[in-house]
């Protein structure tokens, strides 16, 4: 039976082999310069593969949280030198989420934790893991919603379950809810023991963490699993936002001026 190939196309979208309808018209011209009907078929498998890769990477990436897609080619290291580069490159492979080990960033505000935070997880969805990223206020809000909704074991099974979960900015704001600790402490639990990993980011010193959960044993219980198989890096320097914001304000004053 004769088809057009508009006719081949639509079929071919019917049985979801959109990466092979996308490319079919090019490999059609392809064949007709003298390429092999074996290897014109081989690209075709490749460019369906490639395109479900595509589009699983996608579907990760919607369903982690992250709004950005950073990478380490944008970010200056010269500002900060003193930052621990090598072990930065270490994470951004994912080479911890594959042994299934943690990761604390504490430093200074500014010094570029949130950014790398986002770099990771930005590589392990790109890598294939499944990534749930939030920031820490937002983190404890879906649990306090979740459990007024009677949705608490579907958002507990969420961050138990993924294979890296992203916390940011931990105690950035000093208050955090009544039942922090305990709904922290049964993340990492269940983490721990389903050798899971956790990154998590904070300015805060690792010895404030029991007077800000405001339950210095939980913080230890907490701890103790965070650093047992954990890489504890941290962030010294000056501020990527005041050096932004200055170059801003040089900037505005020269139009001005100008």
């Not at 200056?76 to 943690?102: A, C, H, M, Q, S």
């Not at 039942?179 to 690792?206: C, F, G």
Request: overall charge positive; some cysteine.
């Amino acid at each position: 039976m004769d088809m057009s190939l508009p006719e081949i196309q639509r079929h071919l979208r019917t049985l979801r082999l959109h990466g092979i309808s996308a490319t079919l018209e090019s490999r059609l011209i392809q064949a007709n310069q003298g390429t092999s009907f074996v290897e014109v078929l081989a690209c075709l498998v490749q460019d369906e593969l490639d395109a479900r890769s595509s589009r699983l990477c996608e579907t990760r990436f919607k369903a982690s949280g992250l709004t950005e897609r950073p990478t380490l080619t944008e970010f200056d290291w010269g500002f900060n030198p003193k930052l621990p580069k090598k072990e930065i490159y270490e994470l951004v492979t994912g080479k911890f989420v594959r042994e299934g080990d943690d990761a604390l960033l504490i430093g200074s505000p500014g010094t570029g934790k949130s950014y790398i935070a986002k770099t990771v997880a930005h590589g392990a969805i790109q890598t294939g893991y499944k990534v749930v990223y939030r920031e820490a206020h937002t983190f404890f809000e879906d649990l306090f919603e979740a459990s007024q909704l009677k949705r608490r074991k579907k958002v507990t099974k969420l961050f138990s379950e993924t294979d890296l979960l992203v916390i940011d900015d931990l105690f950035l704001r000093k208050t955090v809810p009544e039942q922090a600790a305990d709904d922290l402490l049964d993340i990492v639990l269940n983490r721990y023991s389903a050798r899971k990993s956790i990154l998590i980011t904070s300015n805060r010193p690792l010895e404030d963490w029991g007077k800000l959960l405001r339950d210095n044993a939980a913080s230890s219980a907490i701890l103790d699993r965070l650093l047992h198989r954990g890489h504890l890096l941290k962030f010294e320097g000056k501020s990527y936002r005041l050096k932004e914001a200055s170059a801003r304000l040089k900037e505005d004053k020269q139009k001005s001026s100008g």
